[in-house]
């Protein structure tokens, strides 16, 4: 099959989180597999450039018709480990792709509904005949609409598109400029309930709900977050219209690139180790204590964070288990990055606490580098999520034989099972420690069960650990999930149409 994904992320050269790796890592496993894939992406200035091989100029004039006008894009085509990536660069004054960040401002709907009509049109004008788009989250959900209604008379009529939802949290609010500016020029039409009306306010467009609607196979991330998404306030609104084309939803749990997280061959790793030899680990422990200055003459357990510093990522049981630690016998160290203001003030302010503590290090930054030693170095890694689509955390974790402690939400359900209480495994499956309130106690117990096998029990603690590693969270299973969906989709007659 020929596949195309369409996203706005692909790690490692744009990552700012999940999305990335799993863009990355899927099109791997699918080549892998014996398809052809390609990726389309936009052309951003603050992008990893170092991380692309042969970038040059693809496609010189790529006329994208935009509010009854033109703007010209050019298209580069490079290689980022192995994957055909065309990136798309816009030229016209709003310099959509040129602001220093991939996220975050005010127009993001205009930046990604613009990329979204620029990669059909570049579909189309160099004759690609992909089976199947793989579009990923709200920023490419137009792409199913835009195919639907409008490029399926203009030469893309065999393409069919899957569909999958990273975060619900994040919709695509916007209003009718947009359709004006992609033109599809009747308002009432796209303003409906059934197509893309946002659920809470009838005046908005719900980028998010048309890719729902429009696309021929939906997916999120994990099967328990479809449920999540489907049953509970965790589908943020689009519960309803998940429940609608509930034929064609369902849950794929995603995987991790074994390429890129394996402690054997890990390049950023100064030791590295296996399941057959895992008291190497212990070595990168102390190359991570020496590398952020954290006392090593009394071994303790450390307990990591590697995250967003974000509501969802549950910052403020991040917050206490960093205290929570500190006062059990334990060391503590965080690598994150927020982009809420708020959230960063409060983690400088603990970071300039802390800054003298011996069994602390607060890094407050994005390093893809840290985070591989920390994962190689660390006893436990926390997760204490509000919410969780699936979670790479805890997943890359169990691979460096590093125990997840984990709050019982989306995808964390589906991979991690408590060691004491998980009465569906046996104990020899059991791979880490989970809670389910958000409260303090409950995760305060769950670091607590942790802590006390690392001291008591070091040779259970140890065979925990390598259980952990025994799991196979590769993109093997996943993909071949993936090729059955694509399978059925590309034998369907036309694009989705949505439900009227
Ligand atoms: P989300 O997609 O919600 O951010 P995931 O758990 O799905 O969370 O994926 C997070 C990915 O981003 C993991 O690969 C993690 O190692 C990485 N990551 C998150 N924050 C940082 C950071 N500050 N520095 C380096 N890597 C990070």
């Known amino acids: 099959m020929y596949i195309v994904q369409i996203a706005s992320e692909c790690a490692p050269v744009i990552k700012a989180g999940g999305l990335g790796d799993v863009v990355y890592g899927l099109s791997r496993e699918l080549e892998i597999q014996g398809h052809c894939v390609e990726l389309i992406l936009p052309k951003y200035d603050c992008m990893r450039y170092d991380h692309i091989w042969g970038l040059h100029e693809a496609y010189a004039d790529l006329k994208v018709p935009w509010y009854g006008s033109v703007i010209y894009c050019t298209v580069h085509c490079g290689w980022v480990?192995?994957?055909?990536?065309?990136?798309?660069?816009?030229?016209?004054?709003?310099?959509?792709?040129?602001?220093?960040v991939y996220y975050g401002a005010p127009d993001d709907p205009m930046r990604f509904a613009f990329f979204s009509k620029a990669a059909?049109?570049?579909?189309?004008?160099?004759?690609?005949?992909?089976?199947?788009?793989?579009?990923?989250?709200?920023?490419?959900?137009?792409?199913?609409?835009?195919?639907?209604?409008?490029?399926?008379?203009?030469?893309?009529?065999?393409?069919?598109?899957?569909?999958?939802?990273?975060?619900?949290?994040?919709?695509?609010?916007?209003?009718?400029?947009?359709?004006?500016?992609?033109?599809?020029?009747?308002?009432?039409?796209?303003?409906?309930?059934?197509?893309?009306?946002?659920?809470?306010?009838?005046?908005?467009?719900?980028l998010m709900k048309g890719g729902i609607v429009y696309s021929n196979y939906v997916t999120t991330v994990s099967p328990h977050h479809a449920w999540e998404a489907r049953h509970t306030e965790i589908g943020c609104g689009l519960g309803h219209t998940l429940h609608m084309h509930q034929h064609k939803f369902s849950g794929v749990l995603n995987g991790i690139d074994y390429g890129f997280w394996d402690p054997e061959g890990d390049c950023?790793?100064?030791f590295p180790y296996s399941h057959d030899d895992f008291k190497s680990k212990a070595r990168n422990k102390k190359a991570l204590r020496k590398q952020l200055g954290l006392q090593d003459e009394e071994d303790k357990p450390i307990i990591a964070f590697i995250g967003r510093l974000d509501q969802q990522k549950g910052v403020h049981l991040v917050h206490h288990a960093i205290y929570?630690?500190?006062?059990?016998?334990?060391?503590?160290?965080?690598?994150?990055?927020?982009?809420?203001?708020?959230?960063?003030?409060?983690?400088?302010?603990?970071?300039?606490?802390?800054?003298?503590?011996p069994d602390c290090h607060l890094e407050i930054s994005f390093n893809e580098e840290l985070a591989h030693l920390i994962y190689a170095a660390a006893d436990m890694v926390l997760v204490p999520s509000n919410y969780e689509p699936c979670g790479l955390t805890q997943i890359i974790g169990l691979k460096y034989g590093t125990v997840p402690v984990v709050r019982g939400v989306g995808g964390l359900v589906n991979t991690v099972f408590d060691r004491d209480y998980d009465a569906d495994k046996k104990p020899e499956e059991r791979n880490g420690y989970v809670f389910y309130q958000s409260d303090l106690p409950a995760m305060e117990s769950a670091i607590a069960r942790g802590v006390g096998l690392w001291y008591d029990y070091p040779k259970e603690f140890r065979k925990l650990a390598m259980q952990g590693m025994e799991y196979d969270y590769s993109w093997r299973n996943p993909a071949t999930e993936y090729v059955e969906i694509y399978e059925g989709i590309r034998h369907q007659s036309e694009p989705a149409e949505p439900a009227e």
């Open 324 to 357: 929570y630690s500190l006062h059990h016998r334990a060391q503590f160290v965080l690598l994150g990055s927020a982009t809420e203001a708020a959230i960063n003030a409060q983690f400088w302010h603990e970071k300039n606490f802390l800054s003298g503590n």
């Open 120 to 206: 059909l049109e570049f579909l189309q004008q160099s004759n690609k005949c992909p089976d199947v788009l793989h579009c990923h989250d709200w920023q490419t959900g137009l792409i199913p609409v835009m195919l639907y209604e409008m490029y399926q008379y203009h030469g893309l009529e065999f393409q069919r598109v899957c569909y999958t939802i990273h975060n619900f949290k994040h919709q695509g609010q916007t209003g009718y400029n947009v359709l004006e500016a992609i033109g599809l020029n009747r308002p009432d039409y796209y303003f409906h309930p059934d197509r893309l009306q946002d659920p809470f306010n009838p005046f908005a467009l719900n």
């Open 81 to 100: 480990h192995g994957r055909l990536c065309f990136f798309i660069e816009p030229h016209s004054s709003e310099n959509y792709f040129h602001r220093g």
């Open 268 to 270: 950023y790793i100064p």
